[in-house]
């Protein structure tokens, strides 16, 4: 039961450059989408969220895109540090369903010097 | 800045033994969740609390599990008889508020650090 997909396990990135996440979800009823970050050791930290009414969220260096139509949302880092290597969980919950957070399983951030 | 705490860190029981974990929540909130995650997987969901009582429960949440909220800070999780299978980082969060009236930031929920349970 992949509601929330994450393809890339990992993704490495040079310092100072862009980091874009991806992520895709197949149920049309999830009207808020989140991103987490966690790192070893560590419980997941809540980085960004984005509601379905809208298509862009940033703060900061970070920028939340969602394409309703596609089913996909991103997460863009600008510029990537080095203190930006954790996992990054997609996450999403459904309308009327507020209590449940669906996770995807992750990508894994390294940030390269 | 406040947090979620969970203890212990790490919990080793034998198969069959009842286990607890505990967890702090952030002292305003007032929306509680248990999570976990098996080592390679994703995080998922198995209660949410609110008002005394369950709000809603995954199919993982079987009869063998059970929340308390004993006193006015603290929030359980309770396994009665442990399985090998049990065994997984178990998250904590709380939430200032659920989404009645809408989406705010007060309904995100804020984890714990943990707890990983071993089951021998």
């Known amino acids: 039961d992949q509601q929330v997909k994450q393809n890339s396990p990992s993704l490495s990135v040079q310092e100072g450059r862009i980091s874009i996440l991806n992520c895709d979800y197949t149920n049309s009823m999830f009207d808020y989408f989140l991103w987490y970050k966690k790192y070893p050791a560590e419980g997941p930290t809540f980085l960004i969220s984005i509601s379905s009414i809208k298509d862009k969220n940033e703060d900061g260096r970070f920028t939340v895109f969602l394409n309703k139509s596609a089913k996909h949302l991103s997460l863009h880092i600008v510029p990537s540090q080095p203190g930006d290597s954790a996992v990054y969980f997609c996450?999403?919950?459904?309308?009327?369903?507020?209590?449940?957070?669906?996770f995807g399983k992750g990508t894994r951030l390294h940030i390269l010097p | 800045e406040p947090e979620v705490t969970q203890t212990p860190s790490h919990q080793v029981t034998q198969m069959g033994q009842e286990v607890i974990l505990r967890c702090v929540p952030i002292?305003?909130?007032?929306?509680f969740y248990w999570y976990r995650q098996i080592l390679g997987q994703k995080v998922e969901f198995l209660v949410s609390f609110y008002n005394n009582e369950i709000s809603e429960k995954s199919e993982i949440f079987d009869d063998q599990f059970s929340v308390e909220r004993p006193d006015g800070s603290n929030f359980t999780l309770k396994i009665r008889s442990t399985k090998l299978e049990d065994s997984a980082m178990y998250f904590c969060?709380?939430?200032?508020?659920?989404?009645?009236?809408?989406?705010?930031?007060?309904?995100?929920?804020?984890f714990g650090p943990g707890t990983r349970l071993t089951v021998l």
């Open positions: 996450a999403a919950s459904l309308m009327n369903r507020d209590d449940k957070i669906i």
């Open positions: 002292s305003n909130h007032l929306y």
């Open positions: 969060a709380s939430s200032e508020a659920g989404v009645a009236g809408g989406r705010t930031s007060t309904d995100t929920q804020y």
